[in-house]
């Protein structure tokens, strides 16, 4: 394993909150969500091993990670859809399992897999999610127009979401999860299986929505993408963190972030694998 990057990540057992700083440095801003401790197994295999995350308000966050890494695990027990078995989240200085109505009001969410009303047209999908975030009719049907024709949805808008491409259920989620106007946005893969052109306007949403001084948090193991979009990384292997900071910090000194995250994770290319000495076309 390389060198570790940006801010080292001890383990719990060894560490205490520190307080730093004197008197006249300015206090510090709250961080959008504080996790300390985050613990979750599923049977004999541990998920999450006791993480401890500070993302910073205002931000586009980056939580990055090899498959089986457990980001979409983090992410369920940070948004309240899955219970940790220990640990605390705060979500705006709200803890997600104590006041889950005051976070929910707070976060969007657009998970993997997600399920929707699918014998809904996108319109109604929305309309009837403004309703239950207690929007105004009016008002939600202001934002939904907005939404769909910035997300290019404004020709399918009457189409049921069983009849979308995988891309259009992506923006239709999207849209829903941001129709409430949260403070932080959290998504799992959101440009998985998306086409370039569902794509780009995605990111032109994200990035719009994070200049407004709100902040996305979002999973993804493709670091050209990461590296593209986001100001501040959370790196995850084998259900630790194993480094967070900004871009800069977690690069350090390689190349690439691609480069930084392989060294971080202990990665080992096919060039160091034993045998394969038959692989090549040859016969």
Request: proline share 6%; aromatic share 4%; with cysteine.
């Amino acid at each position: 394993m390389g060198i570790p990057r940006g801010r080292a990540v001890p383990d719990r057992t060894e560490t205490e909150d520190v307080p730093t700083g004197g008197a006249a440095d300015a206090p510090p801003a709250p961080p959008a969500v504080r996790v300390r401790g985050l613990w979750k197994r599923f049977g004999g295999q541990v998920a999450v091993s006791g993480i401890d995350l500070d993302l910073p308000a205002g931000r586009f966050i980056g939580l990055v990670g090899p498959n089986g890494a457990g980001k979409t695990t983090t992410l369920s027990m940070v948004t309240g859809l899955l219970r940790p078995d220990r640990g605390t989240v705060e979500i705006g200085g709200h803890d997600v399992w104590a006041d889950p109505v005051a976070v929910k009001s707070r976060i969007g969410v657009l998970p993997e897999g997600l399920r929707l009303f699918e014998r809904l047209s996108g319109r109604e999908l929305l309309a009837y999610t403004g309703r239950l975030r207690g929007i105004a009719g009016a008002e939600t049907d202001k934002r939904a127009t907005q939404l769909l024709d910035v997300l290019d949805l404004a020709g399918a808008q009457h189409k049921l979401v069983v009849d979308y491409s995988t891309g259009m259920r992506k923006k239709i989620g999207l849209a829903a999860a941001l129709l409430h106007n949260p403070e932080v946005l959290f998504l799992d893969e959101p440009f998985e299986g998306v086409d370039p052109v569902s794509a780009q306007a995605i990111r032109g949403v994200l990035e719009r929505y994070t200049r407004s001084g709100a902040t996305v948090v979002f999973s993804s193991h493709v670091m050209e993408l990461v590296e593209s979009l986001c100001d501040w990384v959370a790196v995850m292997a084998a259900g630790r963190i194993s480094a967070q900071g900004t871009l800069a910090e977690v690069r350090g000194g390689a190349p690439s972030l691609q480069q930084a995250f392989l060294d971080l994770v202990g990665a080992r290319g096919a060039d160091g694998a034993d045998g394969l000495d038959w692989l090549g076309g040859g016969r």
